[in-house]
T-cell receptor, first 111, second 113 residues
């Protein structure tokens, strides 16, 4: 079992809809959780970080963390074609404390 | 500079040659990561440095790969006797400490011909 799992997609949503991206992790002691966006041919860009249970909102983005169920999600409201990218979930597991990435979910927002 | 800097941006090398890739992390960042990303694929972890601790080399694919970090700052990834399968984008990231956000450089695109 991989430490951080994501559905590879592609996840296709119409413009203006809510895109929901999910990530599960195996280390129950994980402390820090991050979402990165990677456009084709570019390096990953940090868009959200979350450290405690609940929701964290930043503009059109909301990160949700549920440590009991070991999942973290990213909601993108009013999706735009410019949001089309691969979204990477990253987790700092307690053991080793090294940042671990999921395989990424490819999001396509259709006009 | 304010961000993670990698050089060169692009490198074309002949099969069998050695290459060195450089990463200059954000000032004050103690953690530094190297990843490799082949076309259309996810991030492949290579090596992790944290402060003065021994690096985690568990991701290095073969003994042709090595990395060092001098003075807790600049890191160099060396690939000896390059092979065509080494062609990829090599990404470096740094973070202030282990549990904080990591920021990526723009990457080095390595092409082995």
């Amino acid at each position: 079992q991989k430490e951080v799992e994501q559905n590879s997609g592609p996840l296709s949503v119409p413009e203006g809809a809510i895109a929901s991206l999910n990530c599960t992790y195996s280390d129950r002691g994980s402390q820090s959780f991050f979402w990165y966006r990677q456009y084709s041919g570019k390096s990953p860009e940090l868009i959200m970080s979350i450290y405690s249970n609940g929701d964290k909102e930043d503009g059109r983005f909301t990160a949700q963390l549920n440590k009991a169920s070991q999942y973290v999600s990213l909601l993108i409201r009013d999706s735009q074609p410019s949001d089309s990218a691969t979204y990477l979930c990253a987790v700092n597991p307690e053991a080793g404390n090294m940042l671990t990435f999921g395989g990424g979910t490819r999001l396509m927002v259709k006009p | 500079g304010a961000g993670v800097s990698q050089s060169p941006s692009n490198k074309v090398t002949e099969k069998g040659k050695d290459v060195e890739l450089r990463c200059d992390p954000i000032s004050g960042h103690t953690a530094l990561y190297w990843y490799r990303q082949s076309l259309g694929q996810g991030l492949e972890f290579l090596i992790y440095f944290q402060g003065n601790s021994a690096p985690d080399k568990s991701g290095l694919p073969s003994d042709r790969f090595s990395a060092e970090r001098t003075g807790g700052s600049v890191s160099t990834l060396t690939i000896q006797r390059t092979q065509q399968e080494d062609s990829a984008v090599y990404l470096c990231a740094s973070s202030f400490r282990t549990n904080t956000e990591a920021f990526f450089g723009q990457g080095t695109r390595l092409t082995v011909v």
